[in-house]
């Protein structure tokens, strides 16, 4: 009987007013979201209608937003039908690297690929992708 009376009191206590000043009263977020340190120019591009046989090139562009260099550290295509290419040396910052994505149009029909970019600043990859449809020569 003591032990649940006990717990009855913690449990009130618990939803009590009495922790209703521990947030910040400044309406303010709790949980503050960092800003990116890259802004893509476009994390999706529609290339269209590209002829069949003809690899074509995407290119993704940036600019390095953070006050530090940034390195792409790496680049990984969804498919074996897309190679990549990327800015190798440090991005300073203000200024602008790419990712470009050369796609083997082999197939004929609509198709959506994806690129995962891994940087110095974020281990978390950043995907970009691309779709447009391969029209029969």
């Known amino acids: 009987m003591k032990n649940l009376k006990i717990t009855a009191l913690l449990a009130v206590l618990a939803c009590s007013p009495f922790y209703a000043n521990v947030l910040p009263t400044d309406n303010s977020p709790v949980v503050r979201v960092l ?3 890259i802004k893509w120019k ?6 269209g209608n590209i002829p069949q046989g003809k690899p074509k090139v995407i290119r993704f562009e940036f600019t390095n937003t953070s006050n530090k ?4 550290e790496n680049v990984a295509p969804s498919c074996g039908c897309t190679t990549a290419d990327y800015t190798k040396t440090p991005i300073l910052p203000g200024k602008k690297g790419f990712v470009e994505a050369s796609y083997n149009a082999a197939n004929a029909g609509a198709f959506m690929k994806t690129v995962n970019v891994t940087t110095s600043d974020s281990k978390t990859p950043k995907t970009l992708s691309f779709k447009g449809t391969v029209v029969a020569s």
């Open 69 to 72: 260099p940034i390195v792409i």
């Open 42 to 47: 476009s994390e999706s591009i529609d290339v």
């Open 35 to 37: 800003a990116d340190a």
